[in-house]
């Protein structure tokens, strides 16, 4: 495979330096490293420069080859849907059957999916969304919720992406909830999460991206001269309901998602 001729540092010299978060990432060295990963586009940065863009363009590796890659990928778990008896498998991962399709709720929000891996649902489908659904349900093992928390590199295979949920995830989230104190209220209401207390943090909120992958996030504030603390922690359920992949997959979705919801708040009314 073609080496990127250009590096993430060079890219950002590139780019307008706002971390505005309207490509989804919480600032624009994250968004270069993405460009440079081929997880997104130029065109993704709707105030580059043209020129810049131009520029970038001529040196960037082709995006063909990962995207093809995550297309093979689709086109597999589509394929095995087929396989999925959807009425046997609906009480498994807490979905319902109904007019040959189930209807699983993710964040508060319906989603259809028929046999063939068509998704649909009455919200916007987010890209990010479809590959981890479609994983879960065609996912070989399936427990229930234990209540049982543990970190992310406590699950199987968590140890091997730790460094990258730490970085795609739990850090750019933190900041996030930094600079804006209200954001894991909002989504709260939002998304139909819910409060419990946890010791020392300030709030503790569980979503549920997955009926049977519920996720715990903690945060306590900034106090004085100490940092910020951000955990995301997953019932220990999750692990063998979704692969450590897609409990990843799942997790910078959701990051890049507040972080959109986030840059909304702060835009001036027009
Ligand atoms: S959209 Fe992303 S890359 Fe572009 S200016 Fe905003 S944060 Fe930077």
């Known amino acids: 495979m073609a080496k990127p001729t250009l590096t993430p540092l060079e890219i950002y010299k590139a780019l307008p330096g706002t971390n505005c978060g309207k490509c989804f990432l919480p600032s624009c060295l994250a968004f270069a490293a993405a460009l440079v990963a081929g997880r997104l586009k130029l065109s ?22 990962r ?12 394929a095995k ?13 807490g979905a319902t059957y109904q007019d ?38 065609t996912h070989r093992t399936h427990a229930e919720i234990t209540g049982k928390w543990l970190s992310f590199r406590e ?3 968590g140890i091997d992406w730790q460094g990258l949920f730490t ?6 989230l933190r900041q996030l909830a ?29 979503l549920h991206p ?8 903690c945060y306590q504030a900034p106090e004085e001269d100490l940092e910020s603390v951000l955990n995301i922690f997953f019932d220990e359920c999750c692990a063998v309901n979704l692969h450590i992949k897609s409990i990843f997959t799942l997790c910078s979705g959701l990051v890049q998602m507040f972080t959109k919801i986030a840059a909304q708040h702060r835009s001036p009314p027009t």
């Open 81 to 93: 849907m087929g396989t999925i008896d959807l009425a046997a498998v609906a009480p498994l991962i």
């Open 178 to 206: 930094d600079a804006n104190p209200d954001l894991l209220g909002d989504i709260i209401d939002l998304f139909m999460g819910r409060t419990i207390p946890w010791y020392e943090a300030d709030i503790a909120l569980i």
């Open 155 to 157: 699950l199987q295979g």
């Open 44 to 65: 993704d940065c709707p105030d580059l420069a043209p020129d810049q863009r131009q520029t970038l363009a001529g040196r960037l590796q082709p995006r063909e080859s």
């Open 167 to 172: 970085s795609r995830c739990e850090t750019p």
């Open 100 to 137: 040959q399709r189930l209807a699983i709720r993710s964040m508060g929000k319906d989603f259809l999916v028929d046999a063939h891996g068509t998704v649909t649902s009455e919200c916007h489908i987010i890209p990010w969304v479809e590959a981890p659904l479609l994983s879960y349900i």
């Open 210 to 217: 997955l009926p049977k992958v519920p996720i715990l996030i």
């Open 67 to 78: 995207e093809t890659e995550q297309a093979e990928f689709m086109d597999k778990l589509r």
